[in-house]
């Protein structure tokens, strides 16, 4: 609702599973958080782009229901071509959603600087010139338009000054699943099929068509994982650099890889185990062999031996029972 009101002609997609039942969006009932997201929906401006005779969004055994909405502004709403509720089998009990938006954007990137190589004090040298002529464009502001106009100039700034500082990452595609093979596409249309088949059954077959619908699209799905675990395992087997594209697709930004530094005359490729042991030997490395001994034998004579007096008088305060066992083991 914020950026809503901050951003009044802001081109806005919401997307998101509310549970609420109204007749708006598919339900035969009105319950009080369907009608608080109506009243959401009017007080926002906001236009819904479920169809109420679309199929249930959301499937598990014989409920059904329409808990996923699409919502828009009015500056969206005539680039929303289609809205449909696909038969594709999920790994959920949630439907897939298609939605066409039509757009004259096909494809949009964006640059990624280098900012870990340094070069921070050129940024700013480069910057500095600049910084005058914003801080009158902020200060001398009086509406909305000539903030936008003050924001525009400040982020035109900040790029002129990052593309003659640092140096731009490579943006590379993400290669397609090599998992997903032909036969999971022939069973996935079969299911397809068996759905179809299902829902145009007599109403005594329906039931009995639809549990057997549901045991296939277990083994569907089992499939898929075991297929998607195997892909992972070879993708992660084949790679060279530990830290390459499946820890970024693993960890992402959550975890970052632990501060261990490949020597300059050792392999960067491995393990943590393997970079470990190169520092180590690096920092402490194995004495070199030697014959000469390091023991110096002490220059003091050697002690007197015991007399008879001194052990009978420790074996007279050395307890009676300790003492025959450590004499029996002596003699034996």
Not at 37 to 51: C, G, K, R, T
Not at 172 to 189: A, M, R, V
Not at 239 to 262: Q, S, W
Not at 272 to 297: C, G, R, T, V
Request: charged share 25%; aromatic share 8%.
């Amino acid at each position: 609702m914020c950026e809503k009101r901050m951003l009044p002609r802001e081109k806005i997609f919401i997307g998101a599973d509310l549970n609420g039942h109204n007749t708006l969006w598919g339900y035969s009932d009105v319950n009080s958080r369907g009608t608080a997201i109506e009243e959401f929906i009017l007080a926002n401006n906001l236009f819904i782009n479920n169809s109420s005779d679309a199929p249930p969004t959301f499937t598990r055994n014989s409920s059904k229901g329409w808990p996923d909405l699409s919502l828009c502004t009015q500056q969206m709403i005539g680039e929303i071509a289609n809205w449909e509720v696909l038969e594709e089998p999920s790994l959920s009990d949630h439907h897939y959603i298609e939605i066409t938006i039509d757009s004259s954007v096909k494809n949009c990137t964006f640059t990624r600087y280098k900012t870990r190589h340094g070069n921070h004090n050129i940024f700013l040298k480069n910057l500095k010139p600049h910084v005058n002529s914003l801080l009158r464009a902020f200060r001398n502001s009086q509406n909305e338009k000539d903030i936008n106009e003050a924001t525009n100039l400040l982020q035109n700034c900040v790029i002129e000054a990052c593309n003659k500082s640092y140096r731009t990452k490579n943006q590379n595609l993400s290669p397609t699943p090599n998992w997903y093979t032909q036969d999971l596409e022939i069973e996935k249309k079969r299911l397809k099929a068996l759905r179809r088949r299902a829902q145009r059954a007599p109403q005594d077959q329906r039931n009995a068509r639809f549990q057997f619908h549901k045991e296939e699209l277990k083994k569907y799905m089992r499939k898929v994982k075991t297929a998607k675990n195997s892909g992972w395992k070879s993708f992660c087997t084949i790679a060279t650099n530990p830290y390459g594209t499946h820890y970024k697709a693993a960890f992402r930004k959550a975890i970052r890889p632990a501060e261990l530094i490949a020597l300059n005359n050792q392999d960067p490729s491995g393990n943590h185990l393997k970079i470990a042991q190169d520092i180590l030997e690096k920092i402490f490395p194995h004495p070199a062999s030697s014959n000469s001994s390091s023991y110096i034998p002490p220059c003091t004579a050697n002690d007197c031996p015991f007399t008879k007096g001194e052990v009978a008088t420790v074996c007279c305060i050395y307890p009676k029972e300790k003492h025959q066992d450590q004499m029996a083991s002596t003699t034996s």
